[in-house]
């Protein structure tokens, strides 16, 4: 009997830890949503497709805090992912999620990464996209499948050409 007690208990403690983070989830996701604005759709013709990658979609965070996740409205949750680089901007495609688009003309800086929140890796394995979403400058994270692809998308965004919607 004293076991089935302490196997309920042990229960009991897990199932509060779930109902907490859940609630605290929803509080920060309530809390967001008063402070960043709803992500871009992507445009009905965003145009031809200059670069394509698949992977894993991991997070979106305020820049410079890479730990500090933004879960309102659906970007909090890690997806597998497909993003294609059109010159007007970024087709974030999540399996499962709201997909959204990162325009051109406010991304401010593209970097290799070891660290976003949801995901550390020992090397620079996760490609970063630095943009503007109104006032808040904000950090999205990429785990491609194939890390040959990340000198391509540096190139590409940070090419004068395309940065001007030219080419």
């Known amino acids: 009997m004293d076991r089935l007690l302490l196997v309920l208990g042990i229960v009991v403690f897990f199932l509060l830890c779930l109902w907490g ?51 309102t409205r659906g970007a909090g949750l890690r997806t597998g992912a497909v993003w294609r680089l059109h010159s007007g901007g970024i087709a974030v495609e999540r399996g499962g999620a709201p997909d959204f688009w990162i325009p051109r003309a406010s991304v401010t800086g593209v970097r290799r990464d070891s660290r976003i929140a949801g995901k550390v890796m020992g090397t ?4 970063v996209v630095t943009w503007r979403l109104g006032d ?4 999205t994270g990429f785990r491609g499948d194939d890390l040959d692809d990340y000198p391509q998308w540096i190139d590409k965004l940070t090419d004068h050409d395309i940065k001007g919607g030219a080419q």
């Open 136 to 139: 808040l400058e904000l950090d």
């Open 21 to 71: 983070m859940w609630v605290g989830w929803r509080r920060k996701s309530r809390s967001q949503s008063a402070v960043v604005p709803p992500f871009p759709e992507i445009p009905a013709d965003p145009g031809e497709v200059r670069l394509e990658s698949t992977g894993l979609y991991l997070s979106t965070t305020f820049a410079g805090n890479w730990q500090d996740r933004i879960v």
């Open 124 to 127: 620079d394995a996760l490609l």
